[in-house]
């Protein structure tokens, strides 16, 4: 079992920054890769970045490619999603997920997910 717990969501004005962090807990969390994926009221969750065991190789959405940065530190279990220039649009609940090695952009492909943080973006 791993346990995932989000933290960082907030109020934020368009243009402004958030940084999300997922503290992992359980099993090896350098053996998994790590996801976020986001979900607006009324959509299905979607896909927003995937970084590897090793933190070498990342993966974007086209949404978020070139303002949100994921990056992990496996001595301190966690996983950061670092987002910029933030937009309306980008209002969301965030949550992170681990998956096998290779996960890719598929929610289905995760094992384990948090509860989830609440991004606000005002215009």
């Known amino acids: 079992q791993v346990q995932l717990v989000e933290s960082g969501g907030g109020l934020a004005q368009a243009g402004g920054s958030l940084r999300l962090s997922c503290a992992a807990s359980g099993r090896t969390f350098s053996n998994w890769a790590m996801g976020w994926f986001r979900q607006a009221p009324g959509k299905e969750r979607e896909f927003a970045a995937t970084i590897s065991w090793s933190g070498v190789s990342t993966y974007y959405a086209d949404s978020v490619k070139g303002r949100f940065t994921i990056s992990r530190d496996n001595a301190k279990n966690t996983v950061y999603l670092q987002m910029n220039s933030l937009k309306p649009e980008d209002t969301a609940v965030y949550y992170c997920?681990?998956?096998?090695?290779?996960?890719?952009?598929?929610?289905?492909?995760?094992?384990?997910w948090g509860q989830g943080t609440q991004v606000t973006v005002s215009s």
């Open positions: 997920a681990a998956g096998p090695p290779g996960a890719g952009k598929s929610r289905y492909a995760y094992t384990y």
